[in-house]
């Protein structure tokens, strides 16, 4: 199992819609997290930074990260909260969530 963690920004303007979102993700989107091995996701907000973390169970991450990107309905929700966000300053070219280092585990 791998632990994922990630940043991005959100739009001050759009903190409230994209709260709002969050409290009812579309079914068809979670099933496809849960098919491509993701599961403990989770978002936090702290200012304008956005933190995920999630458990990747599966063999080949981009491969099933690859299932997301195809998949309708997860399109679909991103058009809906894409433009709420943008990536953090520290973003590598192409990153839009942004992995982040990990520097403590407590198991």
């Given at each position: 199992?791998?632990?994922?963690?990630?940043?991005?920004?959100?739009?001050?303007?759009?903190?409230?819609?994209?709260?709002?979102?969050?409290?009812?993700?579309?079914?068809?989107?979670l099933?496809?997290l849960?098919?491509?091995?993701i599961?403990?996701?989770?978002?936090?907000?702290l200012?304008?930074?956005?933190?995920?973390?999630?458990?990747?169970?599966?063999?080949?991450?981009?491969?099933?990260?690859?299932?997301i990107?195809?998949?309708?309905?997860?399109?679909?929700?991103?058009?809906l909260?894409?433009?709420?966000?943008?990536?953090?300053?520290?973003?590598?070219p192409?990153?839009?969530?942004?992995?982040?280092?990990?520097?403590?585990?407590?198991?």
């Amino acid at each position: 199992m791998e632990r994922i963690a990630q940043v991005i920004k959100v739009r001050p303007e759009k903190l409230d819609e994209y709260r709002e979102l969050h409290r009812a993700v579309p079914e068809p989107v979670l099933a496809r997290l849960r098919a491509s091995h993701i599961s403990n996701y989770s978002i936090h907000l702290l200012g304008d930074r956005l933190f995920s973390y999630f458990e990747y169970d599966g063999d080949d991450f981009a491969a099933d990260s690859a299932a997301i990107a195809r998949d309708e309905a997860s399109k679909e929700w991103w058009k809906l909260t894409d433009p709420c966000q943008e990536p953090v300053p520290e973003a590598g070219p192409g990153d839009w969530w942004t992995p982040m280092e990990q520097v403590f585990l407590m198991e």
